[in-house]
């Protein structure tokens, strides 16, 4: 059975740095994304990872500050958080997808990805 468990989350303040990771268990996948949501707000695209060819796209909002990796032993997907601000504050989740895109761009919006975490909670505050 395919399973996204996320970790990483924590409390920071402002200018610190989190890593967060999202061990996939039962399949590998195509590509891989994360997300975040605020209290009160929609759903945001953050970033997302082509297994292939670790082709990487990024939310305007945090391009410069926050990078996507992957580990293809150990089926893991990794968040690097720099330079986080308050407006980071979220419940983070994890997505996957099985669907193969030639444009980056489709890996922007949710509909693609069939799995999801539980996420996991990220606050920056002073």
């Known amino acids: 059975q395919e399973q996204l468990v996320e970790s990483g989350g924590g409390l920071v303040q402002p200018g610190d740095s989190l890593r967060l990771s999202c061990a996939a268990a039962g399949r590998t996948f195509s590509a891989m994304a994360w997300f975040r949501q605020a209290p009160g707000k929609k759903r945001e695209f953050v970033g997302a990872?082509?297994?292939?060819?670790?082709?990487?796209t990024y939310g305007d909002s945090v391009v410069g500050r926050f990078t996507i990796s992957r580990d293809n032993a150990k089926n893991t997907l990794y968040l690097q958080m720099n330079s986080l601000k308050p407006e980071d504050t979220a419940v983070y989740y994890c997505?996957?997808?099985?669907?193969?895109?030639?444009?980056?761009?489709?890996?922007?919006?949710?509909?693609?990805?069939?799995?999801w975490g539980q996420g996991t909670q990220v606050t920056v505050s002073a």
């Open positions: 997505a996957a997808t099985s669907i193969t895109y030639i444009s980056m761009n489709y890996y922007t919006s949710h509909v693609p990805y069939a799995y």
């Open positions: 990872i082509r297994w292939t060819d670790s082709s990487t």
